[in-house]
């Protein structure tokens, strides 16, 4: 060791002295990291002193690079677009001097003077990204992060609760470093509302980990300073529009202002039990029951009286006096089969409605996810809206099953020796153009995290299903009598499960998933002219509002220019007048929530006071029409396929666009939009690791939250296959090393 020819050096010395007396009593893993602290220290005492290294420590696209261009006073390193923006160590040093002992100690090479003045003797290195998808690059931000003087982490408001940081970057650093400074970049994009939040929500996580004396300093990235302009400072919000995102946002106010405004109506369901079986009375027969079924179900589900009950009480209670003492006839007994096809493949918009059902994934998330797999070459390009493959792809389609044989190989066993299925429900190149469906390549996935595994099981499931038979079913139909009164009852039986065995649950693994409507449910073995006794009971009920949007929902209305449809085949026919694009719609609603025009509240998405105003502010009808935009889009398309000409369609925007203008020019009433003054964090930033907004970040500040109960060994209410542990300061999962990053500090 060198002497102590310095404070810092003599402070190395003297903790060298304490480490070699107890060196028995402490264990051999921490004295190996003390005695490199202690070599460190001594080291940097020694060479070039006087200089201050700050160390610029990030992630890709954090800003990181930005910054160190801003506070140089000019571009001296590169701020990319592509993983990673930042290859190796760059110097930026002041013009006209370079400490080469100590850069060259450090293992700096690349070295740049900065255009501007830097203070005093300071050198600053812009360090590799720490999650650059090269390991040598994180490895040499942890060495040169251990050497430097002064650590400056880079944070941006969407990867700032980044769970790798802290846990496995800043609880190691913390050790080498009397003080870490956290700069929070692209704070200039947010609201004053926001920054507050995204402030002081970082500030919880950094004393949570032990990191109380690091201090957070908001800036902008581009200009690096906090004294950038404020829009909202002078009692104006900036406050945007646009062709898809204001008539997306016109969907959730609408949505959400036929729920406020619905009255709930009453009406009383007279059933029945004959032979252990429920029957149902029947208020709607005649042949106009089967043309109206689906028109009837959303009716039934979102607004007026059920036509199965009585919308008055005395006429109810008449019929279930009528039939007490009657007996049951069953009238009718009608046996049908049918078959049922497998499910389409994944256009991007279904994969992130599918993702969003079953694991809560944001669209963001589940886009972010398909791209990282279809970047390792597991599968094809995600950014689609088509189901279909073009014709060609069947002769792959063997190949890429064999792919798949090592994860999935009991699935593939009854499709091996037989011809694989060719149905133009799949396989259709008129319906492809640039790009096919998703589907697995058949290249064997390795180290998915589980956010990836569940979003690829997802898809090479759907793949392996469109080869399988149809599900073949039996639907029994029983209708009966008494006093008149017509009733109902159906069963499904499922003859063949077809293609449904791919996707068949696992109850134990299941038990939280609730089981479907359309579940098999068997009838005993009724006889027409039958008759014996039943017990009928009236229930009282009430209609039930539509229900709100949910990122699935939002997803599928966008799809369809805000029309409800179930139907695929439909739905694949109103694709051409959706809203937006399939690589764009997850970007228009996480534009809304930045802009704070949404919230969630749990799963579901409601519009803000800003919002709404937003959209009551704009009276002109065609700015914020689904119908319209999704028109827009059709005849864009045309253009495309040269079947609708551009001169005409810009001649009707021209046109429009006058009429808009004179009206708005006729309008002497000021509109104005007042800001909601508790813009809450932006749902998308949690969003993006697979977590729910908490109830108390978007509830209304009159309104108390649900408070859920937390109890050790309960299931993980983020992943829901941990179990939830109890640690010092929080509980957590037990999967937190396979990646779930839920976690709740216990209440002060």
Known sequence: MKRAATPVAAAAAELDQIATLAASDIEPQILERIRELIDVTSDRAEIDPTWCVIGMLGGTGAGKSSLVNALAGGEVVCAGVLRPTTNEACAVLPAGREPKELLGWLGVRTRVCAPGDLPGDTAIIDLPDIDSVEASHAQVAGRLATRVDALVVVVNPQKYADARLHDEWLERLRTSHASVTVALTHIDTLGVAERTSIVSDLRRI???????????????????????????????????????????????????????????????????????????????????????????????????????????????????????????????VTKKKGSEAPPRLFDLTALQVECNRKFGYGADL??????QLYEA?????????????????YGKSKGILNGLSGLYGDLLTPLRGEKLRKSKKVFDSSKVTDHHAIIPTGVPPRALTDVQRRVYDLIARRFIAVFYPDCRFATTTVDGEAADVPFRATGKVILD????????????????????A?????????????????????????????????????????ETAGRTVDNEELRDALKENGIGRPSTRAA??????RRGYIRRRNKSLEATPTGVELIGVIKEELLKSAELTGQWENKLRRIEHHDYSAQQFIAELKQMVCELVDTVLRDANPRRVTASASTQLPAQLTAKKGENTTAAATAPPNEKPKRKVI???????QCGEGKVLKGKTAYGCSRWKEGCTWRKPFKK
């Open 206 to 332: 950094l004393d949570e980990r032990g990191l109380t004396g690091a201090r957070v300093v908001p800036v902008s990235a581009t200009t690096g300073t906090l004294k950038f302009g404020d829009r909202s400072r002078r009692g104006a919000q900036p406050l945007s529009i646009g062709r898809v995102q204001t008539p997306t946002l016109a969907l959730i106010v609408h949505r959400q202002q036929e729920i406020e405004r619905f009255v709930p109506e009453p009406y009383w369901v007279l059933s029945t039990v004959y032979r252990d079986t429920t029957f149902t009375a029947r208020l709607d027969t005649g042949e106009e029951e089967e043309e109206g079924k689906t028109a009837e179900r959303e009716r039934t589900e979102n607004k007026g009286a059920t036509k199965r009950g009585f919308t008055d009480r005395a006429e109810a209670e008449a019929a279930l006096r009528a039939i007490e003492n009657t007996p049951f006839t069953v009238t009718a």
């Open 711 to 717: 109890r050790a060994g309960s299931p993980c209410p």
């Open 497 to 516: 499960e077809g293609w449904r065995a791919v996707f068949r649950r696992d109850p134990a693994k299941d038990k939280n998933t609730p089981q479907r």
């Open 588 to 593: 228009i609603i996480q534009t809304l929530f």
């Open 377 to 393: 070459k597991y599968t094809t390009y995600p950014r689609v809206d088509t189901t279909f493959l073009p014709d060609d792809m």
């Open 366 to 371: 589940t886009l972010e996810i398909v791209q």
């Open 518 to 558: 359309d579940e098999e449910r068997t009838l005993p073995d009724f006889t027409k002219g039958e008759s014996g006794s039943h017990t009928p009971t009236l229930t009282a009920k009430e209609t039930t509002p539509p229900k709100p949007f949910t990122e699935a929902t939002l997803l599928r209305a966008m």
